[in-house]
């Protein structure tokens, strides 16, 4: 089974970072994140395009989160920093073979962790 798991969530103060984890069983040459609070869509907040290191970023977290590769080929990362109060929320690690779609929506990923959770207070 191809399995995608999240790690590194938990809870911050206001303008605190984080960093997430997601470990793939396999490569996928594109990777992204997404967050989803209660009650609200699954937003599209990063990508990377691992061919060629190509980066996008939602407008609300630019500048602020990093989307990286890990030193395992399998692996990356969502480093957060001057996290806010609104981006609590389920973030959730997805993948696709070779697709790396724009727009960033959940349903052009084929697959997903179970989530992570990030808690920011105020």
């Known amino acids: 089974q191809v399995q995608l798991v999240e790690s590194g969530g938990g809870s911050v103060q206001a303008g605190g970072s984080l960093r997430l984890s997601c470990t793939a069983s396999?490569?996928?040459?594109?990777m992204a994140w997404f967050r989803q609070a209660p009650g609200k869509e699954r937003e599209g907040v990063a990508r990377?395009?691992?061919?060629?290191?190509?980066?996008y970023y939602a407008d609300s977290v630019k500048d602020r989160f990093t989307i990286s590769e890990g030193s395992h080929v399998n692996t990356m990362y969502l480093k957060m920093n001057s996290l806010k109060p609104e981006e609590t929320a389920m973030y959730y690690c997805?993948?696709?073979?070779?697709?790396?779609?724009?727009?960033?929506?959940?349903?052009?990923?084929?697959?997903w962790g179970q989530g992570a959770q990030v808690t920011v207070s105020s």
């Open positions: 997805a993948a696709n073979l070779g697709w790396c779609p724009s727009p960033l929506t959940a349903p052009r990923f084929a697959y």
């Open positions: 396999r490569y996928f040459a594109c």
């Open positions: 990377i395009r691992r061919s060629v290191g190509s980066t």
